[in-house]
């Protein structure tokens, strides 16, 4: 899994990237949704799931929203302790809108990227 992490880890950062971008410009909803995006891309790595989290919990605190901190908060402990057990739902976005346990439909444009970075032999 350390070769996903690595592989995926351009495609993380570049979400992250786009998500400060849209924040510095003043969209809020916009960044969530590109952390939501990061979640995605990430969640199989233990690393940038919890990274993720963080970043969403971050997110809720600039943002005075009391319902994402707590909902992170739970999400961040849960990603330490269960990604490496394969034991997330994948596709979730992570976000404290959604259910931690609900696997969802995983967007085209990312499950490409997944798929790519899988076959490419990780």
Known sequence: MQRFSK???PYVEAELERAKEAESHGDAAKAFQHLENAH????????????VHWLMCLWGV?????????????????????TAMKGVPIGNT???????VKPLPIKPELEA???????EGV
């Open 7 to 9: 592989a995926i880890a």
């Open 40 to 51: 995605v891309l990430g969640q199989e790595s233990t690393g940038w799931h919890v990274k």
């Open 94 to 100: 992570g976000g404290s809108n959604i259910s931690p």
């Open 62 to 82: 600039r943002h005075r929203d009391g319902k994402e901190i707590v909902g992170q908060i739970i999400r961040i402990i849960g990603a330490a302790a269960l």
């Open 113 to 119: 990227i997944i798929a790519k970075v899988k076959a």
